[in-house]
């Protein structure tokens, strides 16, 4: 079995996530005809996530060396802690991510219904019967 060779921009990130990657990679990219884009989303999604697990390690690190949810800014103020914005920033751009591969339900109903992502359909709703 061929070792699995891991793109330039992936190859720098802490090994968790490379091991996203290879894991989205394996399930999505392999053993279809996934075009280009596929495995930039890919590539774009496990760099959020690396993104994603630093923020959230510096997060946890003590108040004294800039952790916790509140830090003190240059006035000496209480504010969200910087890296708050940076995390959601990191897992809107997985969500996103995740709905361009059909990795969410809602991606997933949108392909099988053939719809595209981000447009509604117009249906009528099933009604409920109830039997007395």
Known sequence: ?????YPKAVQKLR???????????E??????????IDIQTIIVLAIEYDKYLDASDL?????EEGGGLLVKNNRGDMV?????????TAFNSMSKCWMSLGLT????????QGAEPGKARN??????????
């Open 1 to 5: 079995m061929a070792r699995f060779r």
């Open 80 to 88: 969200p802690n910087p890296f708050i914005k940076i995390q959601n």
């Open 105 to 112: 339900p809602e991606a997933r109903k949108k392909i099988s």
């Open 27 to 36: 399930n999505i990219a392999m053993g279809k005809d996934s075009q280009d």
């Open 15 to 25: 090994k968790e996530a490379k091991q996203y990657y290879k894991l989205v990679y």
């Open 123 to 132: 249906r009528k709703r099933a009604q409920i019967s109830v039997v007395k």
């Open 59 to 63: 997060l946890k690190k003590p108040k």
